[in-house]
């Protein structure tokens, strides 16, 4: 698990580190700029031997490059720095851009006047390596057009792509912009967002931390993180049934039939001592041989609508220590009525999934009963769009921040499932990269309702089941992908497969 800041965090943290350590930002630009070349010759030996350019612009990480030119300089002689820019530089990079002079280091400068396209004859070519310090993380924008040229021209290269601390052009906050994709991405002592964001991780390549010694203490009131390990419940050799908690799965209608099987068929693969199978009674039949272990019990119905019998919907649920709701549950009166039931009475952990959010955004009064702690909203990315009133070109421009906005409404915790999903209450943020295309298929949230479900009941809070679930398929999804064609693994495969343990 490694922390995960904004820019604005990253530059507080860092100027706080200067102010009460008496650190100067020189030491701090030295120490970046010396591990990201330990990592380069460490693990870029063949690539560094064929040369090397470094793109440095005017700021700060511009002069984390001309340290690393420094640091590299006795291990690769062909190797040289082009200054993109004509802004005045910041009094680090100046020092830094004086000492590589001494060195004798080869220096082209270029600015962004179209007619300098001939100083870069000698540049543009195939070098092993290419290492992007032109914008850091306080880039905001769009690329200036002579930059965005010169990076469109490294692009056609095969040449290794290096970014410091994130790729230019890049946005640091929302991923948006844009980039010359890197090989690998070294970020400077933590992970910023968009290293994580969907549309923006594939940019960054391979992520690796480059500590540079900011004590850990300054960073705990960040509670972001980026989790990568997967804590499960804890079993026990004399437990019984009863000590793994009881799991009501509730949903499925016409048309819609094995949503809500998967569910409950992933809440017992994944450990629960009990699981039963709440439904319409006009498709119970439909689930009567599902699993042995599964009991299956019709919704009782009330009055000439037949509606969910409010009554008896309250004496089932008290059974439950958590409870799914949502899978294939339809967009009926039926399945109104029987989520609020479910919204106002349930006071165990609750996934609210799949069609019961669609109801939420369909029916804003419904969110008054979001916020009492229990409960947990598990949306893709068209669902959260319609629960915020949203379209996906403002999500995709700034995730965090209509995740935030949102969520301060509810103040409810929220599960968005994506490429990278993100978990977001009111104290801590996760990032959650597991996975791959095998989950881009229907019926992976289905049984990701049912795992995180499963996990509740064995007692984890809902933060933990929801990062837990999310890493074990996640996890499950990747290890099955070593033995067969993602294309092929259906969320049942995975389902079978939650508990093995071979790599």
């Not at 700021?59 to 190797?79: K, M, Q, S, T």
């Not at 809500?260 to 450990?271: E, M």
């Not at 009166?333 to 669609?358: G, M, N, R």
Request: aromatic share 8%; with cysteine.
């Amino acid at each position: 698990m490694r922390y995960v800041f904004s820019s604005s965090q990253m530059r507080q943290i860092d100027k706080f580190t200067i102010e009460s350590l008496g650190i100067s930002a020189q030491v701090l630009m030295e120490v970046a700029g010396a591990r990201c070349a330990d990592f380069i010759k460490q693990n870029c030996a063949e690539a560094l031997a064929k040369g090397v350019a470094i793109l440095c612009g005017r700021g700060n990480n511009g002069g984390d490059g001309y340290v690393i030119a420094r640091h590299l300089y006795d291990f690769c002689p062909n190797l040289a720095i082009l200054s993109i820019g004509d802004s005045e530089m910041s009094p680090e990079t100046a020092h830094n851009r004086e000492l590589c002079q001494k060195l004798g280091i080869l220096i082209e400068d270029v600015d962004e006047n179209p007619d300098a396209g001939h100083q870069l004859v000698y540049w543009l070519k195939p070098l092993g390596i290419i290492i992007d310090a032109v914008f850091g993380i306080g880039f905001h924008g769009l690329l200036p057009d002579f930059t965005k040229m010169i990076l469109e021209r490294y692009k056609m290269y095969p040449s290794l792509k290096i970014a410091i601390d994130i790729p230019s052009g890049l946005d640091a906050d929302t991923g948006t912009g844009y980039c010359l994709k890197a090989d690998y991405t070294l970020a400077i002592e933590e992970l910023k967002y968009a290293h994580l964001l969907e549309g923006s991780r594939s940019c960054c390549g391979k992520v690796i931390a480059i500590p540079i010694g900011i004590p850990q203490s300054y960073k705990e009131d960040a509670h972001c993180y980026h989790v990568t390990e997967c804590h499960l419940p804890k079993r026990y050799e004399d437990a019984h049934k009863g000590s793994f908690g009881r799991v009501i799965i509730i949903g499925g209608s016409i048309g819609y039939l094995g949503s809500v099987s998967l569910a409950a068929t992933a809440a017992l693969k994944s450990g629960a001592g009990l699981i039963y199978l709440y439904t319409r009674k006009e498709i119970y039949p439909y689930y009567a041989n599902l699993a042995d272990e599964i009991m299956v019990h019709p919704i009782p119905k009330s009055g000439k609508q037949g509606l969910p019998d409010p009554q008896q919907v309250r004496e089932f649920i008290k059974k439950a220590d958590a409870i799914a709701i949502g899978c294939g549950l339809g967009l009926d009166a039926y399945a109104l009525s029987l989520l609020k039931v479910i919204l106002s009475e349930s006071k165990v952990p609750t996934v609210v999934d799949a069609d019961a959010l669609t109801l939420i955004s369909q029916h804003p009064e419904l969110k008054q009963y979001l916020s009492q702690g229990n409960f947990l909203l598990t949306p893709h990315k068209g669902e959260f769009c319609r629960l915020a009133g949203i379209d996906m070109k403002e999500l995709d421009q700034d995730t965090m921040k209509a995740l935030k906005d949102y969520q301060a409404i509810v103040e409810c915790p929220i599960l968005l499932k994506s490429h990278t999903s993100i978990y977001l209450d009111n104290d801590n943020t996760a990032f959650l990269s597991s996975g791959n295309d095998a989950l881009a298929t229907g019926g992976s949230g289905d049984l990701l309702a049912g795992i995180i479900s499963s996990f509740a009941a064995q007692g984890l809070g809902l933060d933990d089941a929801a990062t837990a679930a999310s890493l074990l398929m996640g996890q499950t999804a990747e290890r099955l992908s070593k033995k067969q064609q993602s294309f092929s693994l259906t969320p049942s495969d995975i389902i079978a497969h939650l508990g093995d343990k071979d790599a």
